[in-house]
């Protein structure tokens, strides 16, 4: 994989912090496992590490609009990483947009570094009182002892599953593998160790499944949501448009860190290791291997964020009321 701005500008740094930072991002660059919660998370960490290296080192920050031209510019420059190797997870972009946002409040330099640290802690705090409110209002739209079926393994889906379950609303879980890295497996597998009755089934099986399981709801998490639909793993599209059909609610969980007003071009089409698919494949054939497809809104019965449970209509007024940020390079993300 050629080497980013970031990694490029770093290479000449010989301090174990900077070698700190570089080997984080490498880290969450590769990550092809975990959600856009986690990865938003370990980005905010890396934000604290690059922090702690730049207040304890030797180097004179200058003026004021010296400093925050250089936190400027690392930031643009880790942003521009992690974002173009993660381009559809909507969080990665409104943390960087809330960070470089902090630096046009004119701040010296240490206070500069402080609203920072800060602002990315306030962020990664969000999200969890997200979590937690959309737990509270999935609940609320829960029956007792409903057949739940999810794909993938969103974080946020697992609080509001593990919160039903410790709240008493009894249910059964039914996960897909979630092909190529079967993350959904790995749910499946957690979920059953917490007590709650679960199943699983490869991805093609699942259609049968919700089709003569009585009672069934389908949720899912999201990467991103956007004017054009929901990003989500690969085959939501699949599971949301056979729900509908058959008059089976979908729900979507989705804090507001998740909602872009505007998003890059086929910004969740980037194309993965055709390896994760066929190992060795022959001469001709091409492999195609995209972790996200794109629901339609319409598709959804609702979005159930920390403030309401939101229709199609109300999610598009929502996003169109979103404020335009900008702050990020032009072409972050694109694909």
Known sequence: MPKSSYHRRRDRSTTSSAEEVDAAVGALRSDNLSGSQAITRRAAALVETWLAGASSGPRDPGTPDQARRDAELRLQ???????GAHPAMAPLYNLFESLLECLDEGAPAGDARSRIRRTAAAFVDGMDQHNRAIAGRFREI?????????HSAGSTVRAALLHCWRAGRGLT???????????????????????????????????SL???????LLVVGADAVTPDGIVNKAGTLGLATAARSW???VY?????????RSAPPFFHQQERPPEEILPQAP?????????????????VTGIVTERAVL???ETTRELAGMKTRSRLRPGTGRV
């Open 210 to 216: 919700l089709r003569l399981t009585p009672r069934p």
């Open 77 to 83: 420059d880790v942003a521009g990483a992690l974002i």
């Open 252 to 260: 979507v969980l989705a804090g507001s860190e998740k909602f872009l």
């Open 283 to 299: 001469a001709g054939l091409r492999v195609i291997n995209r972790y996200f497809d794109l629901t339609p809104l319409d598709c």
């Open 311 to 313: 229709t199609a209509a």
């Open 173 to 207: 879980v039914h996960c897909t593998e979630s092909r190529p890295v079967a993350e959904g497996s790995a749910l499946a597998r957690d979920l059953a160790e917490q007590g709650i009755p679960t199943t699983l089934s490869t991805d093609s099986l699942v259609f």
């Open 142 to 150: 829960l029956d007792q002892d409903q057949a739940v079926f999810t």
């Open 247 to 249: 008059d089976i609610p």
